[in-house]
């Protein structure tokens, strides 16, 4: 069962374009993390956020934190054909042993 | 550093046949998980390791399934008799200090059809 619902389940773009995927849930997060998984790989690990409207960039990479903590959003700017993949975002249960995956969305940058 | 290795990386089984993975987590990570992950869908967990012992098996189909880490370090999973729905990716994953900044390191998976 998939507790965290990603959209759009997919999106196939031209390179140079931004996009955003979107990670929502009815609970709130103690933490979300956004993976990213490229074709035959496993998946790895992008960024933690684990502060309501918390704002992290990496590159041409932005994550946002929902202010309630329970979405969250990955923006990526002027995309390249090597951000090609499966974006997962992911939270960890209460313990923080557990974690739990969204089902992705899958991008593709066409050059 | 060597990173989280897993074989073999594709197999191919008639259904009802056995089929065992194996993994070796990156040195000195304690902590092991095996995940599946189907055709457009997230990893799912099967099960997690602490050492040696599996602290959290309950996503395990124990009827065919079945783990095990000796000496907590690698771990084969098994799968016995196999099913077309086991189709799948079966990540193995390791990670070393203690949640909740621990980060997981996955492997690139063996990917497994049941014909």
């Known amino acids: 069962t998939q507790l965290l619902e990603q959209s759009p389940q997919f999106l196939s773009i031209q390179e140079g374009e931004n996009l955003t995927v979107y990670c929502n849930s009815s609970?709130?997060?103690?933490?979300l993390q956004w993976y990213r998984q490229e074709p035959g790989e496993g998946p790895v690990l992008l960024v933690t956020v684990v502060t309501g409207g918390e704002v992290k960039k990496l590159k041409r990479l932005t994550f946002q934190f929902g202010d309630a903590r329970k979405d969250s959003s990955l923006h990526i700017t002027a995309a390249q054909t090597g951000d090609t993949g499966l974006y997962l975002c992911?939270?960890?249960?209460?313990?923080?042993?557990?974690?739990?995956f969204g089902a992705g969305t899958r991008l593709f940058v066409k050059a | 550093e060597a990173g989280v290795v897993q074989s073999p990386r594709y197999k191919i089984i008639e259904k009802k046949q056995p089929v065992a993975f194996w993994c070796n987590p990156i040195s000195g990570h304690n902590t092991l998980y095996w995940y599946r992950q189907n055709l457009g869908q997230g990893p799912e967990l099967l099960i997690r390791?602490?050492?040696?012992?599996?602290?959290?098996d309950s996503q395990l189909p124990k009827d065919r399934f079945s783990a095990e880490r000796l000496k907590g370090v690698d771990s084969t999973l098994k799968i016995q008799p196999a099913e077309l729905g086991d189709s799948a990716v079966y990540l193995c994953a390791s990670s070393d200090t203690a949640p909740p900044r621990n980060t997981i390191y996955f492997g690139e998976g063996s990917w497994l059809t049941v014909v």
């Open positions: 609970s709130v997060f103690s933490s």
């Open positions: 992911a939270r960890r249960d209460t313990g923080g042993f557990k974690t739990i």
């Open positions: 390791y602490e050492n040696e012992e599996a602290v959290d």
